[in-house]
């Protein structure tokens, strides 16, 4: 599980967000963290179906 999750993104939207993804399904997700809270989410298109990194997707 250690090599499942990549950080694709760092710089996110404001300090202490990030955006992942899994590398076994290619879904993208929101992590959003400060000092001791935080939370995750999956990303989703207008359709609200989840966004999908084309490298990892199947």
Same mark, same amino acid.
């Given at each position: 599980?250690?090599?499942? +999750?990549? +950080? @694709? !993104?760092?710089?996110?939207?404001? !300090?202490? =967000?990030? @955006?992942?993804? #899994?590398? !076994? =399904? ?8 400060? =000092?001791? @809270?935080?939370?995750? =989410? ?10 999908? #990194? ?5």
């Amino acid at each position: 599980m250690d090599n499942r +999750f990549e +950080f @694709i !993104e760092k710089n996110g939207l404001m !300090e202490g =967000t990030r @955006i992942i993804v #899994d590398k !076994e =399904t290619g879904v993208q997700y929101l992590l959003a963290h400060w =000092t001791n @809270i935080g939370g995750l =989410t999956v990303l989703v298109d207008k359709d609200g179906k989840p966004l999908l #990194d084309p490298r990892y997707a199947k």
